[in-house]
């Protein structure tokens, strides 16, 4: 996850700051989730799929991008 913010927030494009904001929005719903008396494992697991999949997205567009700018 680190990772992630680190390059969205080296990465110069005008959906950078889109990605971010989604994930830390999933990583607030994940926290949130992980703090209840008993958290919802499915929900966390659910969340944690989310957070990778738009992880993914983002190395996908930020390689793209790079790539027509080559």
Same mark, same amino acid.
């Given at each position: $996850?680190?990772?992630?913010?680190?390059? +969205?927030? *080296?990465? @110069?494009?005008? @959906?950078?700051?889109?990605?971010?904001?989604?994930l830390? @929005? *999933?990583?607030?719903? *994940? &926290?949130?989730?992980? &703090?209840?008396?008993?958290?919802?494992d499915? +929900?966390?697991?659910?969340?944690?799929?989310?957070?990778?999949? *738009?992880?993914? +997205?983002? &190395?996908?567009?930020?390689?793209?991008?790079?790539?027509?700018? $080559?």
């Amino acid at each position: $996850m680190a990772i992630t913010e680190q390059a +969205l927030r *080296l990465w @110069n494009d005008k @959906n950078s700051k889109k990605y971010l904001e989604e994930l830390y @929005n *999933l990583k607030q719903r *994940l &926290a949130h989730e992980r &703090a209840q008396e008993i958290p919802d494992d499915n +929900l966390c697991d659910s969340i944690e799929r989310s957070i990778s999949w *738009l992880s993914d +997205l983002a &190395a996908s567009e930020i390689r793209r991008s790079t790539s027509k700018n $080559m």
